[in-house]
């Protein structure tokens, strides 16, 4: 059509990709049955010609006329139809099968690229439109390649039959049709334009008037609280009404376009029926009055399938979009990872380590050096960061200079204003970011070297806002370590002090939340997530704000829960409330980027600096 | 419920009847073009009469114009109607939810609001188009046609009818058949968002435990079962096209059949038969059209049922018959009430509160989550009702005031506060439409916020963003503090509205309160002891009874649970600003 010019053949091209690398055979078929279903389309249409011209006009003023001729071709003309309606309920199985296949594969090739992204990625795209990538694209793909893709083959081979057809019948009269098929298409053109923008509109609209119900309906309590029902209603009337207009307009034209296609088909019927009457009585190029019968109902053919594929149009362009969109995300560049160092299980035999297959409760390093040769350095947690400097954009420095290190068994506390950088040093640390200029030693060893999931399965996180996944609780603590037994997962819930609670919950550890947490109270999700964190077990914990949304009645249990997890582990922590950080070994207050001052409790107190005005109410920590 | 939702058709009832109005001008038009069609062959090409095939031509693109006509403007009719109908429900909708309650409110969650007020009202429309465009056009096709075929030949339409009700009904079998698997698919579709969503939100912990590769089989799995069920609903919805084929392939073999020998007999004419064609292929599209309408009617009434649940909500608060407008002052009387969330008794989330409080005292509410704290408050202004006993404010019942004149007395500011998109001012002026920025600026300053506000390039036109998110969580309460001091209240209660306020600051605020509003009675919600030291009146609530009242000291005499809080927090040292 016209306007492919809109349609982007690569992504086009792209999405047939995905269908023949799974489904060549299944496909060709597809097109093979298409092909036999549409003949019967034709068939019909000729069969009509020699219906009259052969066999009833012979039989027109015979006495005794036999049917017998007729009765014969009937016959064959029942085969090809059972071929035809054969045909098409393969192609149409066939093609479900086809479409939603590729629908998975693009949807799992999608999560599964998703999962190897960096941090960054889902820092810097809103959940709502990484969400949308799964519904709104997902499902607009789904509509075009289970009915577009099908409907497209059928009537672009319906249409070249026909178009054989037609000439075979007469050449004057298919020079005639396509003249008017320039007409039909330029008007049905004309049309989707129009309605396609309206509809882009009305997208707009929804979004709007979406976006505010959102924002208001949220903060309806609010709303309720200042009596501001009469203001709320009429803004929204505004947007209501702004989306009723689009939405006018955008189905006026698309309302239009079906009977404007079937009067201009109804045009070019009568046309051909005066033309051909024309050139029948005239005798030009030998037109029978069969003829004239067949071609009409084959011109019926052949604009039908054209005013439908004008209607897919607008579908076609929407769902190349969407697909548009995926592809994005799946051409996404990966989370790099050039590590070689990797965490192995050992143990100590004669003063030396030894990687062993199974669980001792001891890590090592296991570190190949380019000459060949294997050195073992043991898991300790000792981490030490050099002059860090790091930048989230590549232009504005966040960290300057970053200096510390933290001892196996240390706990480290960073304090500081929202935007200081508490934050982004623990992001660091796991790697979620690289850091710009600098070292980060992890047990001697420099963590660009150590394999990032290794890296990662060595340090706990505990964050402030709990995510929990839709299962039950054991489910839940396990997620970690998946294989754990159900005495490990109790034991980590003691630890956390959380396993008297679970048992006082209906189906105790086999209790069913959701991601939310469900009916479970802040405290609570969060002691879950610190029984979750100490399964694994690992030497470095990093503790975010971990208990900043809770009580202070919760907390004290919270944290004795933390307390317990933090023992012989090396710590950071980084806490809203004081009283958490108190007991450091070093306590890092941080401004702007820079580490500011830097001691324990006490020497901080002493310095009567920024820490001090912090620690007396003096200075706001948001 | 049909009926109440189509009330909201309103003014736009002159489109919806004339759209079908038009559309069956259409189908009588679109009915005589292929009769017209038969006396063109006959008439003209049949006898070779160029004439007659002119005279029939033009009678032809007359009734096509005629048609395309009547069509256009059925079609815009159509358009009209439908988004009006939409935009009213949408209104209805959200008019309806203004007046919810507390209680009401609690009872939808956001999204699902949300999604009704979109998704399901543009089901209902597209719906609603199609059954005032096609589901008249189909039938009427449907019966012209027959109509004409009879009258063309009665014998050759005896087939139709025994083939449409044959299709009709297969069509319907199947439909019926796989719209519960499609139901089901739709459910696991949200199945696999939830995984999606949780992922997505719970990143870091994805990538910190290592569990990449556990997600992406949790996600397969639900992954294919959608391919599964879908292809299987597929497979059935497959049967359509072929059935469908299969009736025209017999029709066609059957008239052709019974056609030769009618037109051998001279009983019929060559284009009486093309005309029985064209009624053939109108009469089985209808019934096509007939059984997706008949699908879409069915996914739209689900839609159709949650619209309704939403208009047929019944606001559990309403005014009383004669409404106080005037509340006298600011004192507060619980008198033995007892609420339950769910209006229950035997799940009562606050048991026999008796609590006097004076107009103008400051009190402060200490206990640990889940104690009832904002619960109690929340009756003041009555966001909810009490399930048993009275709640008297100026000595009258909260339920004898008009429930505005009520909610401007008393200002509260919610734990979950929100501030909405659009600048500092218009924020504010949520308190007081007519304030004028003197005002502003003096809440501003109690409130401790025009510090902040005067440092921002833009002032007190400081565009906020969506959910207040580019300003700081102490920044925010403060100017929801604010706000609610706009309203000038004879009570303000502040829910943990300070609590990512430094110690500081917050004694400012109270400092502020104090001497600039010592009419009004203050309720002061807080986790901090410190935050409630020094009020007239302490309440410590545990397990939603009142426990103790008294001052600081009082308290610590004889209340475990305040002691316990205190020491607690004085363990920490953090907030005793010693």
Redesign the interface.
Same mark, same amino acid.
């Given at each position: 059509m016209e306007n492919s010019r809109k349609i982007d053949p690569k992504t086009l091209k792209r999405i047939f990709g995905y269908i023949l690398k799974n489904y060549k055979i299944q496909f060709i078929l597809v097109i093979f049955c298409v092909l036999f279903?549409s003949s019967?389309t034709v068939a019909?249409s000729l069969?009509?010609q020699n219906?009259?011209d052969d066999?009833?006009m012979p039989?027109?003023g015979?006495t005794n006329?036999s049917?017998a001729p007729?009765?014969r071709a009937?016959g064959f003309?029942?085969c090809i139809?059972a071929v035809?309606?054969?045909s098409?309920?393969i192609y149409?199985?066939l093609?479900?099968?086809i479409?939603?296949?590729t629908?998975?594969d693009i949807?799992?090739e999608m999560?599964?690229k998703?999962?190897?992204l960096p941090?960054k990625y889902?820092d810097t795209h809103s959940?709502g439109d990484?969400?949308s990538h799964?519904?709104n694209d997902i499902d607009t793909l789904r509509e075009m390649i289970?009915r577009g893709v099908p409907q497209m083959v059928s009537l672009s081979l319906t249409l070249i039959l026909t178009f054989l057809a037609m000439i075979k019948t007469s050449i004057h009269l298919t020079i005639l049709v396509v003249f008017l098929l320039f007409i039909i298409i330029n008007v049905s053109k004309s049309i989707t334009r129009k309605s396609g923008k309206y509809f882009v509109k009305q997208q707009e609209s929804?979004a709007k008037?979406?976006?505010y119900?959102?924002?208001?309906?949220?903060?309806?309590?609010?709303?309720?609280?200042?009596?501001?029902?009469?203001?709320?209603?009429e803004a929204?009337?505004r947007l209501?009404?702004e989306?009723?207009?689009d939405?006018?307009?955008?189905?006026?034209y698309?309302?239009?376009l079906?009977?404007?296609l079937?009067?201009l088909g109804?045009?070019q019927?009568?046309?051909i029926?005066?033309v051909?009457?024309?050139l029948?009585?005239n005798g030009v190029g030998g037109l029978t009055?069969g003829a004239?019968?067949s071609f009409?109902?084959l011109s019926k053919s052949f604009s039908m399938p054209i005013s439908q594929i004008s209607q897919q149009v607008n579908l076609i362009i929407m769902a190349l979009a969407g697909a548009k969109r995926i592809f994005t995300l799946i051409d996404e560049k990966e989370e790099e990872d050039n590590g070689y160092v990797t965490l192995v299980n050992a143990e100590i035999k004669d003063g030396k380590i030894v990687e062993t297959d199974h669980y001792t409760g001891k890590w090592a390093w296991k570190h190949p050096h380019s000459d060949g040769s294997l050195e073992y350095v043991e898991l300790k947690g000792h981490i030490e960061l050099s002059n860090v400097d790091f930048s989230y954009d590549g232009k504005k420095t966040v960290l300057h200079d970053i200096s510390l290190y933290a001892k196996p068994g240390q706990k480290i506390a960073f304090v500081g204003a929202?935007g200081a950088g508490k934050t982004t040093i623990t992001n660091l640390i796991?790697r979620?970011y690289d850091i710009e200029d600098g070292k980060i030693r992890y047990d001697g060893i420099n963590i660009n070297k150590i394999k990032k999931?290794d890296l990662?399965?060595s340090?706990?996180?505990v964050?402030q806002?709990v995510?929990l996944?839709?299962g039950s609780i054991k489910e839940n603590i396990k997620?970690?370590k998946?294989d754990a037994t159900d005495e490990e997962v109790i034991e980590a819930a003691k630890l956390a002090n959380v396993h008297n609670f679970i048992m006082m919950l209906p189906d105790e550890y086999n209790t069913q939340i959701?991601?939310n947490g469900g009916s479970l109270?802040?405290?609570q999700k969060q002691l879950l997530s610190i029984a979750r964190a100490a399964l694994?077990n690992p030497p470095v914990m990093i503790l975010d704000e971990a208990t900043s949304s809770?009580?202070?009645?919760?907390?004290?249990i919270v944290q004795e829960g933390m307390d317990k997890l933090m023992e012989g582990r090396t710590v950071f922590v980084i806490a809203h409330?004081?009283?958490?950080v108190?007991n450091s070994k070093a306590i890092m207050v941080l401004e702007n980027g820079r580490i500011i001052e830097r001691g324990d409790h006490e020497a901080l107190i002493a310095q009567k600096g920024q820490y001090y005005q912090l620690?007396?109410?003096?200075?706001?920590?948001? | 419920m049909i009926k109440k939702l189509l009330k909201s058709i309103r003014e736009y009832k002159k489109d919806t009847f004339l759209a079908p109005f038009f559309m069956i001008l259409?189908v009588l038009m679109?009915v005589f073009?292929p009769l017209l069609?038969a006396r063109?062959?006959d008439e003209?090409?049949?006898k070779?009469d160029?004439f007659a095939?002119?005279k029939v031509?033009v009678e032809?693109?007359f009734i096509?114009?005629l048609?395309?006509t009547?069509?256009?403007l059925?079609?815009?009719f159509?358009?009209?109607a439908?988004?009006?109908f939409?935009?009213n429900l949408?209104?209805d909708m959200?008019?309806k939810?203004?007046?919810?309650?507390?209680y009401n409110?609690d009872r939808f969650s956001?999204s699902s609001?949300?999604t009704r007020?979109?998704t399901d009202v543009?089901n209902v429309?597209q719906a609603y188009?199609m059954i005032i465009?096609i589901a008249v056009r189909s039938p009427l096709t449907l019966i012209f046609a027959f109509f004409m075929a009879f009258f063309i030949n009665h014998k050759i339409a005896i087939i139709f009818m025994v083939a449409a009700p044959i299709l009709l009904t297969s069509l319907i079998i199947i439909s019926r058949v796989a719209h519960p698997i499609f139901r089901r698919v739709f459910n696991t579709?949200d199945k696999?968002?939830?995984?999606?969503? /949780?992922?997505?939100?719970?990143?870091?912990?994805?990538?910190?435990?290592?569990?990449? /590769?556990?997600?992406?089989k949790k996600?397969?799995n639900v992954?294919?079962s959608?391919?599964k069920d879908?292809?299987k609903a /597929?497979?059935i919805?497959?049967?359509?096209?072929?059935i469908m084929?299969?009736t025209v392939?017999?029709c066609?073999?059957l008239i052709?059949?019974f056609g030769?020998?009618f037109?051998?007999l001279n009983t019929l004419t060559?284009g009486e038969?093309?005309s029985l064609?064209s009624y053939t292929m109108q009469i089985l599209m209808s019934l096509m059209m007939l059984s997706m309408i008949f699908v879409m009617i069915t996914l739209a009434l689900e839609s159709a049922k949650r619209i309704a649940e939403i208009l047929d909500e019944i606001p559990d608060l309403q005014n009383p018959e004669n409404p106080i407008f005037e509340v006298k002052d600011g004192s507060i009387e619980f008198n033995n009430v007892s609420f339950s969330y769910f209006k229950d008794v035997n799940k009562l989330a606050l048991k026999n509160i008796n609590l006097k409080i004076n107009s103008g005292e400051t009190v402060g509410i200490i206990g640990?989550?889940?104690s009832a704290k904002t619960t109690m408050v929340q009756l003041i202004?009555r966001?909810y009702d009490v399930t048993e006993g009275n709640l008297k404010i100026g000595n009258i019942d909260v339920r004898n005031y008009d429930?505005?004149t009520l909610?401007?007395a008393v200002?509260?500011v919610?734990q979950?506060? /929100?501030l909405?998109?659009g600048t500092i001012k218009e924020n504010l002026r949520?308190?007081n439409?007519k304030a004028t920025d003197e005002e502003l600026i003096k809440v501003c300053k109690y409130a401790q916020a025009d510090e902040f506000i005067s440092k921002f390039p833009e002032g007190y036109d400081t565009y906020i963003e969506?959910?207040g998110t580019n300003v700081?969580?102490?920044?925010k309460q403060r100017l929801c503090i604010a706000?609610a001091l706009l309203?000038k209240p004879k009570i303000l209660i502040l829910d943990d509205s300070t609590s990512?306020?430094?110690?500081?600051?917050e004694s400012l605020i109270r400092k502020a309160f104090s001497e600039e509003l010592p009419e009004t009675t203050k309720i002061i919600i807080a986790?901090?002891i410190s935050s409630v030291q020094e009020c007239d009146k302490i309440i410590v609530l545990d397990n939603g009874s009142i426990t103790g009242v008294g001052t600081h000291e009082e308290l610590l005499r004889t209340n475990e649970i305040y002691k316990?809080?205190y020491e607690?927090?004085m363990?920490?040292?953090?907030?005793s600003?010693?």
């Open positions: 279903s019967g019909s069969f009509l219906l009259i066999y009833v039989m027109l015979q006329p049917f007729l009765l009937l003309m029942v139809f035809a309606v054969i098409a309920y149409n199985r093609m479900s099968k479409g939603q296949g629908l998975r949807r799992n999560f599964e998703m999962q190897y941090i889902f959940h990484i969400m799964y519904t289970s929804i008037v979406n976006g119900v959102e924002e208001m309906i949220n903060g309806q309590k609010v709303v309720k609280v200042f009596c501001r029902e009469d203001e709320s209603i929204f009337n209501n009404d989306l009723c207009n939405s006018t307009e955008a189905n006026k698309a309302n239009i079906m009977p404007t079937a009067n109804n045009l019927y009568v046309l029926g005066i051909g009457g024309f029948a009585i009055i004239i019968v009409l109902n929202t796991n979620f999931d990662r399965k340090l706990g996180m964050l806002d995510n996944f839709t997620y970690g998946p959701d991601g109270s802040q405290g694994n809770i009580d202070t009645r919760t907390e004290r409330r004081l009283s958490t108190r620690y007396t109410g003096n200075f706001e920590l948001e | 259409e679109e073009i069609l063109l062959i003209g090409i049949n070779q160029m095939i002119i031509g032809l693109i096509a114009f048609a395309l009547f069509g256009r059925s079609g815009k159509a358009a009209k439908s988004s009006g939409a935009k949408r209104k959200y008019t939810i203004q007046d919810y309650s507390f409110i956001t609001i949300v007020l979109t543009i429309q188009m465009r579709y696999l968002n939830t995984v999606v969503q /949780e992922n997505v939100r719970g990143v870091r912990i994805v990538k910190s435990f290592v569990t990449e /590769e556990k997600e992406i996600f397969n992954s294919n959608i391919y879908f292809t /597929e497979a919805l497959a049967l359509n096209n072929p084929q299969m392939y017999t066609l073999t052709a059949w030769s020998h037109i051998v060559v038969f093309t064609i640990g989550t889940g202004p966001l429930i505005r909610r401007n200002s509260m919610l979950k506060n /929100e909405f998109s949520w308190g439409e969506q959910g700081s969580g102490g920044q706000r309203k990512a306020v430094d110690t500081k600051t986790q901090r316990d809080v607690s927090q363990k920490g040292g953090d907030e600003g010693k």
